[in-house]
């Protein structure tokens, strides 16, 4: 089955402990993407990667880090959370960026 | 750089009735138009996106939408809405040739159809 998976789903963590979110896809996907969702503000694109190594930032990109070494897979790393980074946070990954995007099913993350 | 108005954050319809959602779009040479659909406590789907060609698109669940160049927009229509059409909607824009890689998304329309 065509997915994209994150996890965790669901995180509680404190100020300044750093957290990595994992997105992976099994559709062979050339690019990818993060988004934060806030009510709203609708999504906003935090980084976007179109190939293996190609990455580059979105609209929200501060305090946020992403790597591509792996064409499946696409993780979101906060090196040192903060409250206003509390959000729904969304993966996701299309064959280019005209083409349907397929959304991971978000991740929800609190920091304290 | 592109930018997306829904000029509804939220429509309240009837079930059986017509719906329209709005959206606009910072103008640009070329552009790729996108609504996807957010069911509660989902993640988004996509419903239906223009690229080129015919101005009139046809999506799932029997919605449609206009491009229309000359007013920006990109409406999304339904003539019949169900209960079970309840959800968040977004439209999305892209640059259609060459710029910038980025989907930029509207802040999203809350559509709550009632019995």
């Known amino acids: 089955e065509a997915q994209v998976t994150q996890n965790p789903r669901y995180l509680i963590t404190v100020t300044g402990k750093k957290l990595t979110v994992t997105c992976s896809q099994n559709?062979?996907?050339?690019?990818m993407s993060w988004y934060r969702q806030d009510p709203g503000l609708g999504l906003r694109q935090i980084y976007y990667s179109m190939n293996v190594e190609v990455t580059d930032k979105g609209d929200v990109p501060e305090g946020y880090k992403v790597s591509r070494k792996e064409k499946r897979n696409f993780p979101l790393i906060l090196e040192s959370p903060s409250p206003n980074q509390t959000s729904l946070y969304f993966c996701?990954?299309?064959?280019?960026?005209?083409?349907?995007?397929?959304f991971g099913p978000g991740t929800r993350l609190l920091v304290l | 750089a592109q930018s997306v108005t829904q000029l509804d954050s939220q429509v309240p319809v009837f079930e059986e009735a017509p719906v329209e959602l709005r959206c606009n779009y910072s103008?640009?040479?070329?552009?790729?138009l996108f609504w996807y659909v957010q069911y509660p406590n989902q993640g988004l789907q996509l419903l239906l996106k223009?690229?080129?060609?015919?101005?009139l698109v046809k999506g799932i669940n029997g919605f449609e939408a206009e491009f229309n160049k000359s007013q920006t927009s990109f409406h999304l229509r339904k003539p019949s809405v169900h209960i079970s059409d309840t959800a968040e909607y977004f439209c999305a824009v892209s640059d259609g040739q060459g710029g910038s890689e980025k989907l930029v998304f509207g802040k999203g329309t809350k559509l709550t159809v009632n019995p």
């Open positions: 103008s640009s040479v070329s552009v790729y």
């Open positions: 559709m062979n996907h050339e690019y």
């Open positions: 996701a990954s299309s064959g280019w960026r005209k083409e349907t995007q397929y």
């Open positions: 223009y690229l080129s060609g015919s101005t």
